[in-house]
C-alpha cells in the first residue's frame, strides 16, 4: 500500500466538476484543507505516501478501482505534502495539469466520496 485515507467530508461544490463531462474530476486534500479549498474539495485524514507513484499503480476510492494513466509533475508533491491533488476521471497518457493524476476507469459518483470510505494508492 502506497497510500491510504479515510474521506472524512466533502465541501459544498465538492462535486460540481463531476458534472461536466468535460472537466469529470474531483480535488482531495487532507482534512486541515483552508475554508476556501475545503469548500471544493474531498476531506480525508492526513496520511503518508510511502512509495512514488507510478503509471499503472490502483487507486481505489470506496468500492471502485482506477488504473492511473498519468502522472503530473506537481502531483506527487502536493499529495506527499499536503494530501491534495485533482484527480481525473478522463484517462489519457497526458496529464491536464500539473497536479493532476489521471484516472481509467468506470465512471466516478460521488456516492463513492461518501464519509467513511477510503482512498487507497497501490
Known amino acids: 500500500m502506497k497510500y491510504e485515507v479515510d474521506i472524512v467530508g466533502a465541501g459544498s461544490e465538492a462535486f460540481f466538476f463531476l458534472e461536466e463531462t468535460d472537466m469529470n474530476f474531483i480535488i482531495i ?5 483552508p475554508p476556501e479549498l475545503a469548500e471544493i474539495s474531498v476531506l480525508h485524514t492526513i496520511g503518508e505516501l510511502k512509495e512514488s507513484l507510478q ?49 481509467e476507469g468506470e465512471p466516478f459518483t460521488k456516492e463513492e466520496a461518501a464519509v467513511g470510505n477510503k482512498i487507497t494508492i497501490y
Open 55 to 103: 503509471v499503472g499503480d490502483t487507486v481505489a476510492i470506496g468500492n471502485k478501482k482506477y488504473k492511473i494513466s498519468a502522472i503530473g509533475s506537481e502531483a506527487e508533491h502536493t499529495l506527499r505534502t499536503l494530501g491534495h491533488c485533482t484527480l481525473g476521471f478522463n484517462g489519457g497518457s497526458e496529464p491536464e495539469r500539473p497536479g493532476y493524476i489521471m484516472l
Open 29 to 33: 486534500f487532507n482534512e486541515n484543507a
